[in-house]
């Protein structure tokens, strides 16, 4: 029997957990790994009967940022840190948001190629709103909380850069894509 407090992987190493931890009908599926579920693993996984709304957000890999040509993400991070932390996500989603039945966070390491998605986040609830709204949240906190780093290479002879995300800044969360008014 393990141990209520770590992360038992399915057969296919995808980590979910135990179900000691699943607070009744509440189910995440967490995975940090080189691959991400297919979209209809993803699909299947947060249908559930009582919920009438699937809500996803995936993050693609666009091929330029600030006039450069990106050829490519690659993204490192410390993976029992990262499913501890997404864990953390699902838990603080499901105290915000109490009638999501489902959750998904997923994150690729690697490379990972224009066009290629990185994240998959995502929530079912039996109305809609709630649903958008905690993957709204997921995606967010993720993005701020979850130790996963993305290098951005450029082609020619441009350098690669490692990036911070917007979201947070010198361990502060800052306002994202709000518009400050001079003075």
Known sequence: MAD????????????QLPSSKQNGTNNYLIKVSDALP????????????????????????????AGKKVTSLS???YTPMAVKELTNLCCDAQKKYP?????VAVHILGDCPVGEA??????SSPHRREAIACTEYL?????????IWKKEI???DEQSVWKENVEWKDGRRRRVMVKEESS
């Open 38 to 65: 297919s979209h209809h693993e993803i699909q299947k996984f947060l249908t559930a009967s009582n919920c009438g709304a699937i809500s996803t957000f995936t993050g693609i890999t666009r091929d330029n940022f």
């Open 99 to 103: 009638n999501v039945a489902r959750m």
């Open 139 to 147: 995606i967010d906190e993720l993005k701020g909380r979850v130790p």
């Open 118 to 123: 990185s994240v998959v986040v995502g929530s």
């Open 4 to 15: 209520s407090s770590t992360i038992e992987p399915l057969s296919d190493g995808t980590q």
């Open 75 to 77: 993204y490192e991070g």
């Open 154 to 156: 450029y082609e020619g």
